[in-house]
């Protein structure tokens, strides 16, 4: 349904918004997102305010309605991308709800890292990829976009946050290039022991005690599913690290995102462990030691 907003009127609740943005310390740029989902209007429009000209503006809520969603993100701390449905991620723009952690910039990296990878080790780009807890399936739509002839497996325990990846994919035309399991972990890929040339996973990796203390945006509306790392935070990751061997190949990669301070301990369990070599951490664009990467002997 289209709804007809005058432009000035738009105008004036575009800049209400924006101000009761900042006395919330939030972005005032998250206005305007909002007025691009909803509205035909571009960014430069926004930007130079000529919209306010226009007799009319078709809109998908009426001024009242768009009130109420802006409410929620104002007094809730609601999520922009929940509030939109939709987050951008590389070059997709990912569908999401409170099923599915929102993704992150800085997770984008991982992609570039396995990208890295495969031009030092060639033989890995055409054999079997895993993206383990794929929420919304952004890891595994990177994966696909960059390895063509590899075959991608996606695993979640939630079934919402399957249909929402698998509904991503299908947006992205990588439906037939991704199979999705539900399941714990490496659960569903019992065939596949000894066959994985990569495995590629952003684990729950905050310990449970940090949760409260998270921006409400995360404590109060993203999955604890996708968050809880237990005691340490390295539940997901420690079990990742003894599992994996029994699924990689020779030569396969693990790669992993975590915690700000966890390089350490992430090494140290990779080495202990006894599988791995080649044992690598890399920073994120901030200069934080976020991803932990290791070949499998």
Not at 116 to 138: E, F, I
Not at 172 to 189: K, M, N, S, T, V
Request: aromatic share 8%; charged share 20%.
């Amino acid at each position: 349904m289209t709804v007809w907003v005058e432009g000035q009127a738009l105008a004036d609740w575009r800049k209400k918004a924006q101000a009761e943005a900042i006395a919330a310390q939030i972005a005032p740029e998250e206005v305007d997102w909002l007025l691009q989902h909803c509205t035909d209007l571009d960014k430069l429009s926004l930007r130079l305010g000529t919209f306010a000209g226009k007799d009319r503006i078709a809109c998908t809520y009426s001024l009242t309605v768009l009130n109420q969603i802006w409410q929620r993100r104002i007094v809730e701390r609601c999520p922009i991308q929940y509030l939109v449905g939709a987050a951008p991620w590389r070059h997709f723009l990912l569908q999401v709800s409170p099923s599915v952690l929102i993704p992150r910039p800085e997770t984008e990296l991982l992609i570039d890292l396995v990208l890295a990878q495969v031009r030092h080790y060639p033989a890995l780009a055409t054999g079997n990829w895993v993206d383990l807890g794929t929420g919304s399936g952004a890891i595994a739509l990177g994966l696909a976009s960059v390895l063509p002839q590899a075959s991608i497996h996606a695993v979640d325990q939630s079934t919402d946050a399957l249909a929402i990846a698998v509904s991503n994919a299908q947006k992205d035309d990588l439906a037939d290039r991704i199979q999705f399991y539900q399941g714990f972990w490496w659960q569903p890929l019992t065939t596949l022991r000894g066959k994985i040339a990569g495995m590629v996973s952003n684990p729950p990796y905050i310990p449970s005690s940090d949760l409260p203390g998270l921006q409400p945006e995360v404590a109060h509306h993203e999955p604890r599913l996708a968050l809880d790392g237990g005691e340490d935070g390295l539940t997901a990751i420690r079990y990742l690290i003894n599992t994996a061997p029994a699924y990689l190949q020779s030569q396969g990669l693990w790669l992993i995102e975590m915690m700000a301070g966890q390089a350490p301990q992430v090494e140290t369990l990779l080495r202990e462990q006894g599988s791995y070599d080649a044992i690598q951490i890399f920073k994120d664009l901030a200069g934080i030691e976020r991803f932990a990467l290791a070949l499998r002997r």
